[in-house]
């Protein structure tokens, strides 16, 4: 691990600031949430900042969990856990429980911020181990040994020619699906929203540009709307592992059912073996209107799957990718929900 500087930021100005100032001193700086994976990659000298800022004094600004008649509002320092946890979370938006839950394990999830676990990289071992000289994501323009490697974990969704490493979270998925936004303030401080399904890039021919922040952006919050969706919704994640692992492919569904059993309309978001958190439009619209049962489960995993592109190791996983949404749109069909 390279030698780095620590900063603490007092509050999210002087945060924005104490960024700014490494960037004009061209030391490269990030901000430190709960550090569990940047500090990883730092050991493994994948990323070497020269400075860190850390945010652990920001929980009082960005520690907040909010929920009101227009959505839920998540501070970027809230910890996975408090947010797996939260009652009205659990009740209202169970497929955000759900997906923290499932995710990493408890040491982790109380260490880890919301923040950072949207902005987790790729697993991918071409580009964690530096070893390997071909990663285009970590060398731009170097190739992708993953291509002809060892890529069973990885992508099938929304890959290039010049990268097919997936993303690995869980909460991105359920917050793609539910169009979720995100707070943003800039390097003047100044405050944007941005839809959280432009956050994060597609690989295409610049795999290195993963997602659309400038670097002393700082994520303040994310916001998910209400809508009578929420409560009827799950996570299913399928893993080697029943814990403590990374999913190989991953559903988040809601529903929002009509009297007689038909979609009004239909939510879908996969993980595991996509590029980037993944919204399967095609798959929701196949299913607006119609009663959700094996048939219609089934006809909109299709759609889901239909671009999947698969390399040497990667064959398994569209079935798969079908087979957990058909399974994830059934049981959410099933739940029993509160009014
Ligand atoms: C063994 C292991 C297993 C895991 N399993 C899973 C799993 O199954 N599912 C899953 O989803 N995750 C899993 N994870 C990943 C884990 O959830 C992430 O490491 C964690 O959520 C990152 O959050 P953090 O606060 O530690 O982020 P950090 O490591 O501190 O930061 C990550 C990145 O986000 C940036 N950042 C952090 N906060 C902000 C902010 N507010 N604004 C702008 N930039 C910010 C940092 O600069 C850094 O680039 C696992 C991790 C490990 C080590």
Redesign the pocket.
Known sequence: MRPFELQTAGNPSDAIRKSQDASRAQSGA???????????LMKLEVLTPRMLVS?KQLRSDLGAIESDEDGLRLG?MVR?AEAADHPIIRRDYPVIADALRL???AQ?RN???L???V??RTRCQYYRDTSWRACNKREPGSGCQAITGVNRRLAVLGVSEHCIANY????AIALVMLGAELDILDSAAAPRTIAFEDLHRSPGDTPHLEINLQPA???TSIRIPAGPWTRRSRYVKVRDRAS???ALASAAVALDLAADGRVRSARIGLGGLVARPWRAVEAETVLNGRVLDESAAQQAAEAAFAGAVVHSDTGFKPELGRRTLVRALLETAQLEVSA
């Open positions: 990030r901000y430190l949430a709960g550090g569990t994976n940047l500090l990883d945010l970027a996975m995710a990493a394990s982790l260490m880890a911020s923040g950072g676990n902005l987790q690995p979270g869980d909460f952006d700082l994520i403590y692992d990374f």
